[in-house]
Nanobody, 115 residues
Framework: VQLQASGGGSVRTGGSLRLSCAAS???????MGWFRQAPGKQRELVAI???????NYADSVKGRFTVSRDNSKSTVDLQMNSLEPEDTAVYYC???????????WGRGTQVTVSS
């Protein structure tokens, strides 16, 4: 499985960005979503959507970010609104294959929010 992410960039506080990720192959994924890692910090969960449509968000992004997946296309997007400087990080696309429960990561895309 290979993950190709797009989107990201630089915005001012209060701006919006959309990240998109496409997974190669016709594979069923249990989890699809996004993590992020800020300089000097550990990688953390941003948002995940499970195969049944259940979502899980970091408290810091609830109400501002929305994760959505398209199982027919094996894609997962992250709509980020009301961005804050604290959202500045490298964002990683993440999927977990169903049954075997194997994790896959994208290369990461930079999001920078300036005040």
């Amino acid at each position: 499985v290979q993950l190709q992410a797009s989107g990201g960039g630089s915005v001012r506080t209060g701006g919006s960005l959309r990240l998109s990720c496409a997974a190669s192959g016709s594979t069923v994924f249990y989890k699809m979503g996004w993590f992020r890692q800020a300089p000097g910090k550990q990688r953390e969960l941003v948002a995940i959507e499970f195969s049944d449509g259940t979502t899980n968000y970091a408290d810091s992004v609830k109400g501002r970010f929305t994760v959505s997946r398209d199982n027919s296309k094996s894609t997962v997007d992250l709509q980020m609104n009301s961005l804050e400087p604290e959202d500045t990080a490298v964002y990683y696309c993440y999927v977990q294959r169903a049954i075997v429960m194997r994790d896959y990561w994208g290369r990461g895309t930079q999001v920078t929010v300036s005040s």
